[in-house]
């Protein structure tokens, strides 16, 4: 029964995926990955992308520069699009931008950055200044990092969007901060993605923000999937259950992250990884089957017993 | 208060252990040789107090200005914000702390630095020494590669620790005031160290631990001498 339900689902997601999606996948993707439409806009995007917070700042350390392009490569490799960053993030951007150099620009980049500072009129020149550290001529989408001085800063990214200046906009949170603003500002203001925390523990976003994003059209992305890591560190200790087998999920890290994605109203789960190993792992989540509703709730009860 | 709650320590730090070990690899193959010139100058402070020598009071208040300006510069500035923003204030409290070893070198009642020997001025002198080479060594032992071990002047900790050891010798009792920031800076780096999980945390706090120790027994044990 359970296999059933999860087939269709993982065919009404391939069949929109065979639709659209086919010819946005990068030329070098040696993969397609399971992807959902952004909004009412029909662009897809795979279910998994890559954060870069702490893993891609890396200073100027030429070894770990081209670590983190390594990183990179097998992201697009994998069929990866969206790549995360933000100012706060050290140098961050600044890695993402000699990767991407190094990889020759891959088509299939979705950027996404943020604006992170208190001072309304600082907004248009960060953005600018992480551009440049990026690269690309403008970014496909920016969030307004933390809800910071968001009113003067949505007010700026609405003009840039409708300037062609940038074709996405949204904001984000973490770790369950401000979830009542947040759903206030995601009825009110006219935003395409909201960015929140969404794990097998960190679960309050099923209750309000899950279902109005839906309702909204507003595309969903979720950080921190694995906690900083400290989920998959600390399940690892524990058996990886055999009735997830027939997902294909192989790992803890995978078992995770099938969660997140398969909620219908997440759009992008973006692990953040150092490793090549880790992040083919990772964009493997979005392949096979994706739990349905009451293996979900198998997933979650079982985590909560450990 | 309750999105502050939120926040672990473990979410204030913005790189990994690797990125941070990392800096150090990079300082020392953009830097070298200038740690021969470091520890030359370090071992000719040394020599320069052990000898009495007339000058050493404002030679070495200059040499310690001189190594926080450059750490402030070099290491923070240019190099460890790279990877962490904040390191820029950290910079500007180094070059606030430079220029009091400044002011110290200038001042006509220059403080004094005087080893006369007593078990607090070797406590100083060991403080001194592992400093200078025990801290490579320490670090060594304790799983870093010889590539990114922390050398005096090149990086933070180990030009600080030996500040504190000189600052045991100056005896004045007034110089607490340059004692404010090297003791932070021990703790913060340890701090540091400690949330990215490397086992060499404890290293400048024990030395500073130290310090205070050999310092507490000049201010208030028979070794006590008057402000010069
Ligand atoms: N307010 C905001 O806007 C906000 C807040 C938080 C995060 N974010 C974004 O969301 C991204 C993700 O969150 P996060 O980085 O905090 O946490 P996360 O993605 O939950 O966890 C990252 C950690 O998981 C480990 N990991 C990744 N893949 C793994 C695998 N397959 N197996 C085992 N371990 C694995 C990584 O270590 P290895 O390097 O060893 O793989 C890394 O330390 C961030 O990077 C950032 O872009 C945004």
Known sequence: MLINRRTVLKGSIAATLAGAAAAQMPAQATTTPLARPLGQTGEMLPLVGLGSWITFNVGNNQKLLDASSDVMAAFFESGGRMIDSSPMYGSSQATIGYGLKKLGMPDALFSADKVWTSSAGNGGPQIEASRGNWGVPQFDLVQVHNLVAWRAHLELLQAMKAAGNVRYIGITTSHGRRHAELEDIMASQPIDFVQLTYNVEDREAEQRLLPLARERGIAVIVNRPFQRGYLVERLSSSPLPNWVAETGAASWAQFLLKFVISHPAVTCAIPATSQVEHVRENMAAASGILPDTALRKRMADYVGQL | MAEWSSYSLHDLLLFSLQAYIGLFELLNTTLWPAHLVTLALGLAAATLVLKGHRARHRLVWTLLSILWLWTGWHFFHVQYAAINWAAEYVAVVFWLQGLLFGLFAMVPKCPQISYVGTVTDRMAAAVYLFALIGYPIASLALGRSSESVEFLGISADSGVVATLAILVLSRARFIWLA??????????????????????????????????????????????????
């Open chain 2, 179 to 228: 004692w404010v920031v090297p003791l932070a800076w021990c703790a913060l780096t340890g701090l540091t160290l400690w949330l990215l999980g490397s086992p060499e945390f404890f290293i400048a706090p024990l030395a500073a631990v130290l310090a205070v120790a050999a310092a507490a027994s000049y201010i208030t044990g028979p070794d006590s001498l008057p402000d010069k």
